[in-house]
């Protein structure tokens, strides 16, 4: 089965801290990719972050950084010093090549509230 | 400025009349694709189109139809057979159906009365 499962429903912090969220995936395929997105309140899906299940590499962007553990199947997300801007719901995906249609599996979001 | 635009942005109907939602792209890009996203879930894919003049069912085809005669445009349309059409449409495009990111538009949320 194929499966993203994003197990924080919401988390609240106040402006500055530092936030992880998770990402734990489902796939039998060993090529895969993973994907972050992030919606604001306006509504769009706005890219973050593609990673290619053969690179585990960790990577930074600013003040967000990406942890890709294949050996746990997890793909999580932290954001430093947040900011009130980066209040939203943010989606984990994945893509498998098996899926010829190119359908993203989302996970059910996370809502992360950063208050000043 | 190179983008999805989705129109309109609310959308009210009265249960039984078909709708159809507007997606247009002037990125180039060859995919295209059309989610629904219900409150507090992910997005399930509906239809998506790999070139001009084709097109295949999603996940949650039912009740819906499009069609894509131009490859900026992917029209969404929700029929009266759709049974719970309320709900938040975004759609998508990405340079080909494979391992490229897909880039979404600001979505159109559609309430039928």
């Known amino acids: 089965a194929q499966k993203v499962t994003q197990a924080q429903t919401e988390i609240s912090v106040v402006e500055k801290e530092d936030v992880t969220l998770d990402c734990v995936y489902e796939?039998?395929?060993?090529?895969?990719?993973l994907f972050w997105y992030k919606q604001p309140p306006s509504g769009e899906l706005v890219f973050l972050i593609r990673?290619?299940?053969?690179?585990?590499q960790n990577e930074i962007s600013g003040r967000y950084s990406w942890n890709f553990q294949k050996s746990t199947s997890s793909f999580n997300f932290t954001i430093t010093a947040s900011q009130v801007v980066d209040s939203a719901v943010y989606f984990c995906?994945?893509?498998?090549?098996?899926?010829?249609?190119?359908?993203?599996?989302f996970g059910q979001g996370t809502t992360l509230q950063v208050k000043p | 400025d190179g983008g999805i635009t989705q129109s309109p942005k609310y959308l009210f109907r009265k249960e039984g009349q078909n709708v159809t939602l507007s997606c247009e792209q002037n990125?180039?890009?060859?995919?295209m694709y059309w989610y629904r996203q219900d409150p507090g879930q992910g997005l399930r894919l509906i239809y998506y189109?790999?070139?001009?003049?084709?097109?295949q069912k999603g996940d949650i085809a039912e009740g819906y139809s499009v069609s894509r005669e131009k490859k900026e445009s992917f029209p969404l349309t929700v029929t009266s057979a759709q049974k719970n059409p309320t709900a938040f449409y975004l759609c998508?495009?990405?340079?080909?159906?494979?391992?490229?990111?897909?880039?979404f538009g600001p979505g159109t949320r559609l309430t039928v009365l």
């Open positions: 998508a495009s990405s340079i080909l159906v494979g391992y490229n990111e897909q880039f």
């Open positions: 189109s790999q070139i001009v003049n084709d097109f």
């Open positions: 990125l180039n890009h060859d995919a």
């Open positions: 990673r290619n299940s053969f690179d585990e």
């Open positions: 796939t039998r395929d060993t090529t895969y990719y």
């Open positions: 995906a994945l893509r498998p090549p098996s899926s010829n249609t190119g359908k993203l599996i």
